[in-house]
Each structure stands twice: as structure tokens, then as C-alpha cells.
Nanobody, 127 residues
Framework: QVQLVESGGRLVQAGGSLRLSCAASGRVFTTYAGGWFRQVPGKQREFVAAISANGIHTFYAGAVKGRFTISKDNAKDTMSLQMNSLRPDDTAVYYC????????????????????WGQGTQVTASS
């Protein structure tokens, strides 16, 4: 059974940086596409970033493009999200997700495309 575990979330001052990691069990990120989403209480979960299964293609939400970078490490079976220039409106619970189906060069922005999810990690950027 696939399990995803996020880590790295914490309180940081606005303008600072954080790196979130998503550790997988069972050779997940070597063959699955990955994504990061975030959710604020009372709001819908929103797409942040995605990466294709082959790691070549990435896509970002407009609000984070140029500040966040998604990557995969196949040797460690992990996916990461480097977050720079954090703003208070980046505050949310961040979730990693993995999508088994689809071509190796596809990425997904719709949360319904993902079969597996982590439990979430809290990121708070204070002003």
C-alpha cells in the first residue's frame, strides 16, 4: 500500500524560505506523477505545483510561480517543494499527492487525478 508522509512545515517569517519533503513507500515517485496542494480552513483545497512521472515537466499555480520549485529524487523516492519569499497568504496545510495513472510526461493540476495523499504539514508565514 502506498503511503506518503510530508515533513518540513513550520512557522517562518514572511520573506523566509522552507523546504517541504514528501517521503513515499514502495518506489512511488520513480513512476508516479506528483503534486502539492494546500488548504486553508473554510476554503477549498487548491493546486500549488505538479511534476510529471519522468520529472521533466513541471507546472505551478500563478500565485507561487517564480517562488516555489517542485522536484523529485528517485533514488530516495521523495518529492520536495522549495518555497522562497514566503508571504502570509501562503499560510496553509500543505499536502503531497501521487498519481499512478497516465503517461510518464503528464502532470496534473486537478486533485481528482491523484490516488494517494499525505496527511498534511502546516506552513505558517507570519508578517
Amino acid at each position: 500500500q502506498v503511503q506518503l508522509v510530508e515533513s518540513g512545515g513550520r512557522l517562518v517569517q514572511a520573506g523566509g524560505s522552507l523546504r517541504l519533503s514528501c517521503a513515499a513507500s514502495g518506489r512511488v515517485f520513480t513512476t508516479y506523477a506528483g503534486g502539492w496542494f494546500r488548504q486553508v480552513p473554510g476554503k477549498q483545497r487548491e493546486f500549488v505545483a505538479a511534476i510529471s512521472a519522468n520529472g521533466i515537466h513541471t507546472f505551478y499555480a500563478g500565485a507561487v510561480k517564480g517562488r516555489f520549485t517542485i522536484s523529485k529524487d528517485n533514488a530516495k523516492d521523495t518529492m520536495s517543494l522549495q518555497m522562497n519569499s514566503l508571504r502570509p497568504d501562503d499560510t496553509a496545510v500543505y499536502y503531497c499527492a501521487a498519481a499512478k495513472t497516465g503517461p510518464q510526461d503528464s502532470y496534473y493540476t486537478w486533485d481528482g487525478s491523484y490516488e494517494y495523499w499525505g496527511q498534511g504539514t502546516q506552513v505558517t508565514a507570519s508578517s
